[in-house]
């Protein structure tokens, strides 16, 4: 069985939901020694997430961000974590709903997503820096 581990400095977004699948491949030669295995993404940030779900059409996207900013408001009275601005509070709690980490099959070199879904860079702040994330990889 072979492990390898890369951490992978993603580019500075928006605040929204951004497709990163095929920006992982790309940075990831080392899928095309594996056929069968697991690839598991960590984003090291509290306050940004990843999830996978519809990669064909931005709206879907723009959906995500319309009914995650509904369910969870900024500038509540009951926050008391706001000195980084009225968007961090909601960030965090975002990421603790979506979560840190997906995991994928990889198989022949190449992650086994469903026809429709890509992994997404959940951005929950108005002006974050850049995300890193830890891939780690493992297969024969």
């Not at 030669?29 to 056929?35: A, F, R, S, T, V």
């Not at 940030?45 to 995650?68: G, M, W, Y």
Request: charge should be negative; charged fraction near 20%; proline fraction near 4%.
């Amino acid at each position: 069985m072979k492990w390898y581990q890369k951490e992978i400095r993603l580019p500075a977004v928006k605040r929204g939901f951004h497709l990163i699948t095929d920006l992982l491949e790309a940075q990831l030669p080392e899928l095309e020694d594996i056929e069968v295995g697991l690839a598991h993404v960590f984003i090291k940030h509290t306050s940004a997430s990843l999830t996978i779900n519809e990669d064909a059409d931005p709206t879907v996207r723009q959906d995500f961000e319309s009914h995650f900013n509904h369910m969870v408001p900024e500038n509540q009275s009951y926050y008391r974590h706001t000195l980084e601005g009225s968007d961090d509070m909601p960030a965090h709690l975002k990421a603790a709903i979506l979560g840190n980490s997906v995991t994928m099959p990889i198989t022949n070199g190449r992650f086994n997503l469903g026809t429709w879904q890509g992994v997404y860079l959940c951005e929950h702040r108005d002006y974050a820096s850049k995300r890193t994330v830890v891939v780690t990889l493992q297969g024969q």
